[in-house]
């Protein structure tokens, strides 16, 4: 079995593909596997890392708006998009796949398009409770639209569409919370996890800075903040606000988190962004959340994706136009306060969670393939 797979721009569009290849390999090992990514994407490193074939393309998406420079970039996309689509032919003609799966961004558009047009099966998967445009404009030329949550299907009307969960690295599943802590050194007070992505998140920063401030003087809570590559200047600023982290047993301040499935594990109350695989680990694992969806993305589409924990009493939501550094402490308190409210909001994200999203995917590959 041949399976072609396009996705990129977001580690939310590539870890996806990645985590499908990896259950597929597993289920099947003599299974060929070939990745399309943007030229210069980071899907070149990561699934170069994860030890698969990548092929590229160059594709990029329309701006919105009458100014100069969006004209120009429109007009270098437009070009794009018929050059994608000729490399895509070739690269699809000579590795002849059984089934293509494009999970989201750009790249995503000329492949899953080009080969729905030469005939073969594919697939796309939607990670988002507001799907993007690629996946949307995709919908009615693929045999399945896999979806990671309900709330997504009235935007793909006249598609056929299948629940299947987001793909979750295999250890969130099954990391244990108080053997996490006894590694990390925690003890049984409160553990407050917050992080704004890999760049950091200035507004998220900000606001935080207070509460682990608070923590470091009184000792109150535990917390791990990742503070991210464009954030160095925040420990200074936990020291202006009277906490020396140095001194602060309780606090871990650093710039990434690369054991998240341990801190993760570990914490009583997450502080983030809404990513739609942050928040399927999230509810895989059971954890109450403050949200801060990121106005920054396209189509608003984590505002939407907290929505649906917010509505299912799993998470609580501060937008970013609101959020100050009192309003986040004020919210902590009362979530790490209350423990029967804190145990609602963790059953009910629990019950969001979609835990065998591999294997509901691999069962409509399958089904499509007509395999038994």
């Not at 590229?56 to 970039?73: C, D, H, P």
């Not at 993007?132 to 896999?146: D, F, Q």
């Not at 900000?206 to 000792?219: H, I, P, T």
Request: hydrophobic fraction near 40%; charge should be positive.
């Amino acid at each position: 079995m041949k399976i072609l797979l396009a996705g990129g721009g977001t580690a939310g569009h590539i870890n996806p593909a990645l985590a499908i290849a990896g259950y597929i390999k597993k289920m099947r090992p003599d299974t060929e596997f070939l990745f399309i990514g943007n030229r210069g994407g980071m899907e070149q490193r990561l699934v170069k890392n994860a030890g698969f074939e990548i092929k590229s393309i160059t594709i990029s998406g329309f701006k919105r708006g009458m100014s100069l420079k969006s004209a120009v970039q429109n007009a270098r996309t437009a070009r794009r998009t018929v050059s994608s689509s000729v490399a895509a032919h070739r690269i699809i003609r000579l590795f002849k796949p059984d089934i293509c799966i494009g999970t989201g961004g750009y790249v995503s558009g000329p492949v899953i398009r080009t080969a729905a047009g030469m005939g073969i099966p594919c697939l796309i998967h939607e990670q988002n409770a507001y799907p993007g445009i690629t996946n949307k404009m995709l919908a009615r030329k693929v045999e399945k639209v896999m979806l990671a949550v309900e709330a997504a299907k009235p935007y793909f009307k006249g598609a056929d569409t299948v629940v299947t969960g987001n793909p979750v690295r295999g250890e969130i599943l099954t990391v244990d919370k108080q053997e996490s802590r006894r590694k990390l050194g925690l003890d049984e007070r409160p553990v407050v996890l917050s992080f704004g992505g890999s760049l950091g998140a200035k507004k998220i920063n900000e606001a935080v800075a207070d509460l682990v401030a608070r923590s470091g003087k009184d000792g109150r809570y535990q917390h791990i903040h990742a503070y991210g590559s464009y954030g160095e200047w925040f420990p200074q600023l936990v020291r202006d606000k009277g906490a020396e982290i140095e001194n602060c047993p309780n606090l871990d301040v650093r710039p990434y988190i690369d054991n998240m499935p341990e801190c993760m594990a570990a914490a009583d109350l997450v502080i983030c962004r809404a990513g739609a695989i942050t928040l399927s680990e999230l509810q895989a694992m059971g954890k109450p959340a403050i949200l801060i969806p990121s106005p920054n993305v396209a189509e608003n589409h984590q505002y939407h994706n907290a929505m649906a924990l917010v509505n299912a009493g799993a998470a609580e939501l501060i937008e970013e136009k609101e959020l100050t550094p009192e309003l986040l402490t004020q919210k902590a308190d009362e979530m790490l306060e209350n423990p029967e409210k804190l145990e609602k909001y963790s059953k009910a994200s629990k019950k969001m969670a979609i835990t065998n999203a591999n294997e509901r995917i691999y069962s409509v590959v399958k089904k499509v393939l007509n395999m038994v």
